[in-house]
């Protein structure tokens, strides 16, 4: 059996995030508190929430610790974007003295534009061809070629590496054109936009590594939340099922032991007034002795039959009727919080002649018993897969079942399965109102 104190331990090794509804996935650092990584299994590190992270973290600066600021991909590839049209944007100014203002104006507008197509569209196919078109533009027209970079910026994010090298040809077809300051800043642009999109490439990859490692550490914790409850559940059975195995036992050892010497010497001290009636003095003497022993006797027959009454539980003695028979394949489904003495008896017995009945004259393989509660009666439903007997047959054993359910004010039906399922189906129900004894 599984003790207790292992599961703190498994749980251990899971770490809730908060799913907030505007809240991004919250990632985890490699620091902890002492107490926790001293706790840690071996072979495992302590993953720490964003409110265990009480010192300074070690992750790269890549990271996405929540020490760390928040990186939005759109968001920050606009930024990025942003940064680099107003860049070229000066750097055509400086580059193109004698350009008219409205042509690169223009220019700035159609850069713009197609760096909005190129995050606007989610199919790759449709990036690609937004870019081939922004770069035969900027091949064609020497003002739109100053804003090679933010194109190069878009190749690299969306992944086309086959298209990032040749954003160089835009750039070197303005270079008659451009003086040589403009030229060398629109090249230190170029590098700069190839590192910003693989910097925020890589922290969408990152980020999604994250929410996939949360998604499954979640599912994890649910799973060893779900198993930590039926363990303790059944450590909880099965300690109720021992203490009530327990006062069965001390009720038979006071009954079969105690209770027969109190009998034999009540009965041996009426035998001795009985046969020393003329003495008068030894029967006043044997009269509170005679009834000592009945107060006597009378209590231990009263702590017998409580212990006998506590030892008794509903559910086992359901479970125990239906894996009784070994060829049948039983299911029970116990839903009731507190079951009347009378009325577990009366389900027992039911459940103990139906499924013989199934096994015998239905020749079932299966069962499935479900006892539950509704607010005013609790009702016993018993199915099985055998062949279904007809409805105006009324045996012994049905007859005994209906008897049972109807001396405690309850009803009783047999009836076949629906058309389509083979077998029978046994329903009874008991009142409430038959609680108090």
């Not at 203002?101 to 850069?111: E, F, I, N, S």
């Not at 190069?152 to 003086?179: F, M, S």
């Not at 034999?264 to 003095?281: G, K, P, Y």
């Not at 702590?303 to 539980?313: G, K, P, R, T």
Request: neutral net charge; hydrophobic residues 45%; aromatic residues 6%.
């Amino acid at each position: 059996m599984v003790q207790r104190h292992h599961v703190p331990i498994a749980l251990h090794q899971i770490v809730h995030f908060d799913d907030g509804a505007h809240r991004p996935p919250a990632p985890f650092c490699a620091v902890a508190p002492p107490a926790w990584r001293a706790n840690a299994p071996l072979g495992f590190f302590a993953l720490c929430p964003e409110t265990a992270a009480a010192r300074k973290c070690q992750m790269s600066p890549l990271s996405s610790c929540p020490r760390r600021r928040r990186y939005n991909g759109p968001m920050d590839r606009a930024i990025d974007q942003t940064v680099l049209l107003v860049l070229c944007t000066a750097c055509a100014l400086h580059g193109l003295p004698g350009e008219n203002p409205a042509v690169l104006v223009g220019a700035c507008l159609a850069a713009f534009s197609a760096a909005g197509l190129m995050e606007f569209f989610r199919a790759a196919p449709h990036k690609a061809a937004t870019g081939i078109v922004f770069l035969a533009a900027c091949c064609a027209w020497a003002p739109l070629g100053a804003f090679a970079p933010l194109g190069a910026y878009g190749a690299v994010v969306n992944h086309q590496r086959w298209l990032a090298p040749l954003w160089l040809v835009p750039l070197l077809l303005c270079w008659p054109r451009l003086n040589p300051a403009a030229f060398g800043a629109l090249a230190l642009l170029a590098a700069l936009a190839a590192f910003m999109a693989w910097r925020s490439r890589t922290r969408t990859a990152e980020e999604q590594r994250l929410r996939t490692l949360r998604d499954n550490l979640q599912e994890e914790h649910l799973a060893l939340a779900a198993r930590a409850r039926n363990l303790q559940e059944r450590q909880d059975l099965e300690v109720h099922c021992a203490v009530l195995d327990e006062r069965g036992r001390i009720a038979r050892e006071i009954h079969d032991n105690v209770g027969h010497l109190l009998t034999r010497a009540l009965l041996q001290t009426r035998a001795l007034a009985v046969s020393r009636q003329e003495d008068a003095a030894l029967s006043a003497a044997i009269a509170p002795l005679e009834t000592t022993l009945d107060e006597a006797l009378a209590t231990v027959r009263a702590s017998v039959h409580n212990l006998h009454q506590e030892a008794f539980d509903p559910r086992q003695a359901l479970e125990e009727a239906v894996c009784d028979l070994p060829s049948l394949q039983g299911t029970l489904r116990y839903e009731v919080c507190h079951l009347p003495r009378p009325v577990a008896l009366a389900a027992i017995a039911i459940v103990r002649e139906g499924l013989s009945n199934a096994v015998n004259h239905g020749h079932a393989s299966a069962a499935s018993v479900a006892l539950e509660e509704f607010p005013g009666f609790f009702r016993l439903r018993l199915e099985n897969n055998g062949t279904a007997r007809p409805t105006d047959t009324d045996g012994m054993g049905i007859a005994s079942m209906r008897q049972r359910a109807e001396a405690l004010g309850g009803s009783f039906s047999f009836a076949p399965r629906e058309p389509h399922l083979a077998g029978s189906r046994i329903i009874a129900t008991f009142p409430k109102q038959q609680e108090q004894p």
